[in-house]
């Protein structure tokens, strides 16, 4: 049982290794299928206790605004209908989730710590590295517990170190995914920071190189392709006007045709109320919305803003 502990859950220890050939063989498909439905465990313990936190999390929100008088305390909606409203969309910060992580892993990790001490020998220093190469899955086997020939109460001692691992793993494996947020966020701040500084110059010069011409409907067409429009449009005029020249309804038309599609895409999608939702930091946000357990955490929790 240790060692499929150390299998799927990634440590990696070395020190029990299979020595004949067949064993090696199945232990490749083996730990194949082991490995894939651990992840997926660590996935779905990630999204139960995300929405655990965002629940409770909620709650106390509600309570705050509740004291401060900015909800009802009869529950029906009254002056407070956007607070309300508001709160049906809330969700915690990863600031708060982050912070409720580490202290979940620091109490598995001392809890454990007080465990390895006196059975292995190990001072509490020791046994703290050991949980965290342990938990974190880097496993460079310097440390291995349930290694001597004998303990007191073995069985109960082995029980309790494969539940340790196993939650611990859970609790560093959210914690890592929440981290990685938060550098996420970090790297786009700083990639905004820099865009701003290095932009405004080439807009500016941009902008005073072609503040007096007006581009044509097929120049802009071809500039400016959209997955709205799949087609090309054509102008009877080529290359560009000069600022004294007028510019017919037609090559306006066809050079905001884009511009106009949009625009009534979303006044359509606003009639039928299903409005497009997204977000500054969607538009702002270099990276996708993750797949796996990063996307996890971008539904249920609210990505800090920039401005914050």
Known sequence: ???????????????????????????????????????????????????????????????????????????RRGSGTSEVDSLAGWKPSVYYVMLILCVASLIISCCASAMYTPIEGWSYFDSLYFCFVAFSTIGFGDLVSSQNIKYETQGLYRFGNFVFILMGVCCIYSLFNVISIVIKQSINWILKKLDCRCCHRCQRK????????????????????????????????????????????????????????IMQKQLSETANGYPRQMS?????????AGVGALAIMNNRLAETSVDR
């Open 1 to 75: 049982l240790f060692f499929l502990t150390v299998l799927f859950c990634l440590p990696g220890f070395g020190m029990t290794t299979p020595a004949t050939v067949g064993g090696k063989i199945f232990l490749i498909f083996y730990g194949l299928i082991g490995c894939a439905g651990t992840i997926l465990f660590f996935n779905l313990f990630l999204e139960r206790l995300i929405t655990v936190i965002a629940y409770v999390m909620k709650s106390c929100h509600e309570r705050q605004l509740r004291r401060k008088g900015v909800l009802p305390h009869n529950g």
């Open 206 to 261: 941009l902008f005073h190189s072609r503040r007096n011409v007006v581009m044509p409907g097929n120049v802009r067409s071809r500039r400016n392709i959209s997955i709205e429009t799949d087609v090309v449009n054509e102008s009877d005029t080529d290359g560009r006007r000069l600022s004294g020249e007028m510019i017919s309804m037609k090559d306006f038309l066809a050079s905001n045709k884009v511009s106009l599609a």
């Open 280 to 288: 500054s930091n969607s538009k702002q946000n270099g990276f996708s």
